[in-house]
């Protein structure tokens, strides 16, 4: 009786309530999309262009990152937080290694600086995934069938650890990176596209479609999926888990150091904690694309990239960031596994 | 590497390797308490007194986070002073210095706590500091409660000392709130930003002749407070704002798409109101290649650090700092010599030293004057408090200095500077009186 009543109150008094708030929330976000509109026509085609270079860029860098958190989640269900440091202890790691190939601000933007920087990228990724391997054996494997917040406090605190490091090793302060790629740029239709723009992006979208290609074709690759599929299963199969894991972890950190290294180049400066942040809008792009899904991160960190460059270059920055969790709470109340949806395993 | 696992084992070896790994995990956890302790047993204390006993002048800064280029600079002039002093009237001085860092910034919680710790100290009659606005507005209070004399060199949020419609909602506080016992116990030599933003904003319109400018701030209580106050006064004066933004520098990096807008509205000029450890001078690094023309930074911005993240595009910054350049009074050289041969590198010195120096020098005085007042024995803080009040006409490296009721010094000074030079640094431009 007292159930029913109840029941009738809610569908008496929240339905039309429920419906109201609904059309509140789509005027409030057609009246933002017209305002952003019109900003856009009233500055000119140009000034869109723009901007537009400025977050593709950005965004490639989120993407890079994102695809660490996500392929770390696909396959073992963890969020690593202390993933957005790794990336910062890319751009650490190869600020300490440029000079030892060489590299300073005299050869700045020269062809000179081409062999040196692939190799600088190649050890900074390489020792990036070798960390981050040592990681997972130290602080994930031993609580891989512990609790499931177990790991996630360990993530937190690995990420602790990584920060600390960085402060003893570099100080507080920002540290400058050289500025080492070609100032100059391309005129089109009024905008100036950098050649630190197509840098980034150019680096970024190469890394993003080997690593599509890498988990599509490679046995490392199926291993990885099947993994992510049913554990145990796979290991019936005679494939080593753990390697396959180890294996996730180092590819995630890979694109993460040469994420750290893109953003050196890119901004000319590091700190200790841009991981902190960094990583927070990296993993909000996963989840955004659908977490465990990596087309998905790599669609979100480029939408986060274009939705900050935007609001900065028409509207308050003040509103930026929440913005940017307005746009992810309107994706998840429609589609709750993200942009693109996770591949659930079943299990 | 196989790992063949028997099921029915899993559980009871989890088990022995977890109490294993509890061991190792509480060992570490011990090592690291150890080493911590070991690292913050404090510097302080010193040898055995001299005749009537010892006397200790504390300090509050950030000395070892994004704001130490500021806050090592401002410590090591007070150290100067009080080591200069050596003694008075009998009474042995000795510097006690602590660090309100927590994470690499300046923290509020830590400076409340660093003030409980002098006032728990007997021998501690006053100190100085802190650097930052928000960290003096956590401290204050609990100084006032025992009448604690605090002498800031560099605090500038006006709200601290006067009364403005706007204080509680800007600041949640007003200067009443902060002083329970009704006494007034913080002073200051620094002028009030009601100054700072405005006379970046003449300087900006009458001398440098700029009519339009872009602002940016850090969003918090100094930053976007000074650019507010930049922002009304130019355009009182006749210039327009083009383009104004408050960021959230823990989040953002790219300050193009800003900087962009600003050209495209056709600014002349950027403001921005941060401090080092808010990314005040990264944006002006970013300037290259969009945007042509100077950029002019609050006081929190006129340090080795804004040139350092400048990077190649360091050249035609312009700052105020709200105290006057010692270096312009001659009666000052012999301090500046002794200070260079004790403290001889160049991060050694900011612009905030000799502000510091003096605060330290208003505060051994009134600690003499407090001695006499008590017959030449260990005066009470609230002996010193009312001693550092009386302060009438005290010349000091940087100025002449008388505090009004509220604390504040009577005649504040403005400096300007600009980055010039090879290698650039910090030159001085001017300087001229303000408010009084």
Known sequence: MVGSLKQARIAFVEAPIGRLVNLLVILAVLYVIFILAMKVVGQGPSYFLQILTFGVANGAIYALVALGYTMVYGIIELINFAHGDLFTLGGFISVFLLPIFGLDASKAGTAGIILPLLAVFIVTMLICGAINVSIERVAYRPLRRAPRLAPLITAVGMSFVL??????????????????????????????????????????GILMVVLALFVSRSRLGKAMRATAQDQDATELMGIDINRTIAATFFIGAVLAGAGGTIFGLYYNTMVFDLGFSAGLFAFTAAVFGGIGNIQGAALGGLLIGLITALWDGYMESTWTQVIIFAILILVLVFRPTGLLGMRVPEK | MGNTRRPDDVNRKWEDRMQRRWNTAGAIIAGFAMLATACTSGTGGGGGGTSKGEIIVASDQPTSGGDASDGLPAQNGIQFAVESAGSIKGFKLTFKGWDDTVNGNHDPQKGAQNIQEMIADSKILGMVGPNNSNVARAMIPIANRASFTMISAANTNECLTQTFAYCEADTGTTPAKLRPNGVNNYFRVAAADTFQGPAMADYAYDTLKFTKVAIWSDNETFGKGVADKFSTEFTKKGGTIVVRQDFDTKTTNDWKPFLTDAKNKGAQAVYAGATSGTKICIPRAQMKGILDGPYMVPDGGVNAQCIKDAADNAANLYGTVAAADANQNPDAKATIDAFTKRFPKKEDVGSYTFPALDCANILIEAIGRAIDANGGNMPSREQVRAAVAATKNFKG??????????????????AIFQTKGSPLDWLFVKQFGVGG
Do not use: H, Q, R
């Not at chain 1, 960085?166 to 050289?178: A, E, H």
């Open chain 1, 163 to 204: 920060e600390g490091v960085m402060f003893l090793w570099k100080g507080p302060f920002n540290v400058p990176y050289p500025n080492l790629l070609p100032t100059t740029g391309f005129v089109i239709g009024g905008a100036t596209i950098g050649v630190k723009d197509i840098f980034v992006i150019v680096v970024a």
């Open chain 2, 397 to 414: 490296t940087t100025g002449t200095y008388t505090f009004d009721a509220n604390g504040d010094p009577t005649s504040p000074t403005m």
